[in-house]
Structure formats: structure tokens, C-alpha cells
């Protein structure tokens, strides 16, 4: 995760920070203490330093010492590599128009790809392309139609 940065007058970069995402204290948020919920804290101290000099980042302290486990395999799960594929968007498209449920199509797919750690995404990025198709298909003037479809009924 990005802890710190600092950007110059003309907004670029000059100072980053990259640290742990398991970095820092653990705060209990939870007010019923009878049901506490777990935290993926452990204060670890892995981070990088860069510095900007003469037009490239260099680097200016590098700790990667992690005080717990690192699994890669999950990295497909992080938002910057999910992806939903032409392919699969097609597929969801056609469901969503016969009427076929997210969560029965999330689950074809899983089926489809032996498993949910063959998928690069998730099911909430199926659900959030079918709500976007489903917007821009409804097009402009579309909550017109609706309402009128609502006081005919």
C-alpha cells in the first residue's frame, strides 16, 4: 500500500513511500467485545523509499523483512489484476438476459474454470459489469420508460 507521499508545485512525484499492507497497529473497532473480529495487522515493517532525483525515482531505503506468511497465489485476488474477459463478459450478458441469477452464473463459471482460484475475479466484478451493462442498455431516458411501465401496472 502506498503510506506516504509527497508531490512537487508542477504535481509529480517526489517523495513515496510503499509499505505493508499488514503494517501498523491493530484497533479494535468493534464495540461488542463478546465478538471480536479478526485483523490482518501484524505491525510489519517491509517498505520501500523512493526519491525522485534528476527526473527518476531512486531508491532510498529498501526493507523486505515481512513478520508473517506471504501467499502470491492470492495476488490474482487484489483489484489491480482483477479482470473480467471479453469472453466472459458475453456470457454474463447473454445470462442476465434470459434471466439467469448473478450468483447461479458466478457459479457456472467457478464450475467452468475448476475452481474459484482459476478465476481472475470475483463475483462482485461480475456484478458490477452486469449493473454498468444494464445501465448503459437502459440508455437515456430509460427511467422514463420505467416509470411509465410502473403506472401501467
Known sequence: M?????????QTIRYVTIACARGGKARNRTFNVANPRPTGKTECKAKINALRSYGKLRLTMVHNIHNHGLSP?????????????DTIKRVLDTN??????????????????GGFENLPFLEKDCRYYIDKARHLRLGAGGSGALREYFLRM
Open 2 to 10: 502506498t503510506k506516504r507521499t509527497e508531490r512537487g508545485e508542477d
Open 73 to 85: 497465489k492470492k495476488s490474482c485476488f487484489f483489484r489491480c489484476n482483477r479482470e473480467v474477459n
Open 96 to 113: 442476465d438476459m434470459v434471466g439467469v441469477r448473478m450468483n447461479k452464473s458466478f457459479r457456472s463459471l467457478v464450475v467452468g474454470a
